[in-house]
């Protein structure tokens, strides 16, 4: 039997705990550094309960949740039968309600294609490119409106809800992105011509507000087509969102382009790069990473007009919500619509706004 082995000498003094690190490490650095800040801070604090704990009461401790009709809000709390009662109607719109399974299908293809090309770790990231720019769009229209292959029709007039937001919002932006960056390129371009048209282009979609866009896309528009040949409302908001984000991108991109130093163009020339080369190869992955925080937040800004295209007869997201607070059913819960219509569009947002960090912190080399 082995003999145990006794320490016979002291160990030797360890440091103390860095309390400077961790949560109790933060609070100290940041709230309560000295008795004046320690002081505000609790301040603060007691005025932010103050004002928050009556919206929580009612937001959440004395809400009602379940229900099919108002009598079930009796709790003198928020209402959010109002939203459960009426929670189809604002996903899937006017969208018949026995094909909405081509629209959750739509929504799982979707999930799947911005889980593909959002994690890192995925492989086959330019298959997974592939599919979104070309596959998925088709399979969307042929599932959302039909029309082809015995898929029963169902006209853009019946989409709405958030599933017309999310349309609205994916179709401008792929087709903005890529618009304004040649928009940009044309701007800097050395050709009179070019440079002229598309800085015509940009001060004048610039210059007009989205509101009047949606409009003369809506009634204008029909009025200078051929007899006979009638563009579908959803089709012409769509153009006239695109054109007017892709000259706000187009600003966005020039900036980034700006920063870059002319070297990187010169040293790409003397490497016997021609201009189509450099400007993919070399100049627009550095100029693109700079301006990562306006591309999103030109997208973030996008995403929420949306809402305007109810002027032209859409009901988008938040245009369900505001028709049903005209049901004579459910008068007086306007509140609840638009503080559950603030969350998801929070939601949304913030997800961008997050992910855009992320690829910042990302694609981050140095200077």
């Known amino acids: 039997m082995a003999a145990t082995q006794v320490r016979s000498e002291m160990l030797a003094p360890r440091k103390a705990p860095d309390r400077r690190t961790g949560l109790v490490g933060w609070l100290r650095a940041n709230l309560f550094s000295s008795p004046l800040n320690s002081l505000v801070t609790l301040a603060l604090a007691a005025l932010l309960v103050r004002l928050i704990w009556p919206f929580l009461e009612w937001a959440l401790f004395n809400a009602n949740f379940l229900g099919?009709?108002?009598?079930?809000?009796?709790?003198?709390?928020?209402?959010?039968?109002?939203?459960?009662?009426?929670?189809?109607?604002?996903?899937?719109?006017?969208?018949?309600?026995?094909?909405?399974?081509?629209?959750?299908?739509?929504?799982?293809?979707?999930?799947?294609?911005?889980?593909?090309?959002?994690?890192?770790?995925m492989p086959f990231k330019k298959w997974g490119a592939l599919c979104a720019l070309i596959p998925f769009p088709i399979a969307a229209f042929l599932l959302l409106h039909g029309g082809y292959f015995g898929i029963t029709t169902v006209p853009t007039r019946d989409w709405g809800g958030l599933m017309l937001t999310i349309t609205i919002a994916l179709l401008a932006m792929v087709g903005s992105l890529p618009l304004g960056i040649m928009l940009a390129l044309g701007r800097r371009s050395t050709m009179p011509f070019?440079?002229?048209?598309?800085?015509?282009?940009?001060?004048f979609w610039r210059g007009v507000p989205l509101i009047t866009v949606l409009f003369m896309a809506s009634v204008m528009l029909p009025l200078f087509t051929p007899s006979g040949f009638d563009l579908d409302k959803l089709l012409r908001a769509?153009?006239?969102?695109?054109?007017?984000?892709?000259?706000?991108?187009?600003?966005?991109?020039?900036?980034?382009?700006?920063?870059?130093?002319?070297?990187?163009?010169?040293?790409?020339?003397?490497?016997?790069?021609?201009?189509?080369?450099?400007?993919?190869?070399?100049?627009l992955p550095q100029a693109l990473k700079l301006v990562i925080p306006g591309i999103v937040n030109t997208f973030i800004v996008l995403f929420m007009d949306t809402s305007l295209v109810l002027i032209i007869g859409l009901f988008d997201f938040l245009a369900v919500i505001r028709s049903g607070l005209n049901d004579p059913e459910w008068l007086g819960y306007a509140i609840?619509?638009?503080?559950?219509?603030?969350?998801?569009?929070?939601?949304?947002?913030s997800s961008m706004s997050r992910y855009s960090q992320y690829i910042e912190r990302r694609l981050h080399t140095g200077h």
């Open 68 to 121: 099919e009709s108002r009598e079930a809000c009796s709790s003198g709390g928020a209402c959010w039968v109002y939203i459960s009662a009426r929670f189809e109607t604002i996903i899937y719109g006017f969208y018949p309600p026995e094909l909405r399974w081509r629209v959750n299908i739509v929504f799982v293809l979707l999930a799947l294609v911005i889980a593909w090309l959002a994690i890192p770790r």
């Open 238 to 283: 769509l153009i006239g969102i695109m054109l007017f984000w892709s000259a706000y991108m187009a600003e966005a991109v020039r900036s980034g382009l700006q920063a870059i130093p002319s070297g990187q163009s010169e040293a790409a020339s003397a490497l016997g790069l021609g201009y189509w080369h450099r400007m993919i190869l070399v100049v």
């Open 336 to 349: 609840e619509g638009y503080v559950f219509a603030a969350l998801v569009y929070w939601i949304f947002c």
């Open 194 to 203: 070019v440079r002229g048209v598309c800085v015509l282009f940009i001060e």
